[in-house]
């Protein structure tokens, strides 16, 4: 999978250790114990350790089994490229987009976002065991505001635009229901981007996380 989300906490633990993600960033291409150890610099004994704990959460898979004398080498690889811990993980401490419903509150912002990486999560996994495609589509690009008045007047527009479109195709009746109708989410998000500074020679660049 290109990106597998972590919903079992006991896994999530696991995968954040630094030897394991640095053990999961590695087995992107198959290895071995062995190999792992030359890369990551640990003894062998060690880096099976952790090989199985991550074997043990669904983190990493055989792939095969070689016969080396009278030992049977065992190659294994990540089950994903990428890893994501879904809320699910601390499902006690998730946060709630019921609670907050304000969408000029940040907080809300990441409450949605919280919620579309666990629904997401499942959906994901079911479409791949009914072997099917999720129909999903994501916009993301960039756009800077002269002024917080015209960014406002965007979001402003932006909502009534929205809204036009859901009050156009959205039909919630029984009969479409029954005609196998499926309801979809939709998430639309504005927030400032990132700030960059410029790298000195002696110092490399780093994100300000500060808001305008």
């Known amino acids: ?70 030992v049977t080498e065992r190659v294994l690889r990540a089950t994903a490229a990428s890893y994501l811990i879904s809320p699910v993980a601390l499902a006690s401490v998730a946060p709630d987009p019921r609670r907050f419903s304000d969408r000029f509150s940040a907080f809300w912002l990441l409450s949605l976002a919280s919620r579309t990486v666990q629904e997401m999560g499942k959906l994901i996994a079911g479409a791949a065991v009914a072997k099917k495609k999720l129909a999903s589509f994501a916009i993301d690009g960039e756009i800077t505001f002269r002024s917080a ?31 196998g109708a499926r309801k979809h989410r939709l998430v639309v998000v504005l927030h400032p981007a990132l700030k960059t500074t410029q790298a000195s020679p002696e110092q490399p660049a780093e994100k300000d996380q500060s808001n305008d």
């Open 149 to 179: 008045a015209e960014r406002a007047a965007f979001a402003e527009e932006l909502g009534v635009a929205v809204t036009r479109l859901v009050d156009k195709y959205h039909d919630g009746g029984a009969a479409a229901q029954a005609g």
């Open 1 to 70: 999978m290109d990106i597998e989300v972590i919903e079992d906490p006991a896994a999530a633990e696991a995968s954040l250790d630094p030897i394991r993600t640095r053990i999961l960033q590695e087995l992107v291409e198959p290895a071995s114990a062995t190999q792992l150890a030359v890369k990551v610099g640990l003894p062998r004994q060690k880096v099976n350790y952790h090989l199985k704990a991550l074997e043990r959460h669904g983190l990493v898979e055989l792939v095969e089994e070689r016969r080396k004398g009278n």
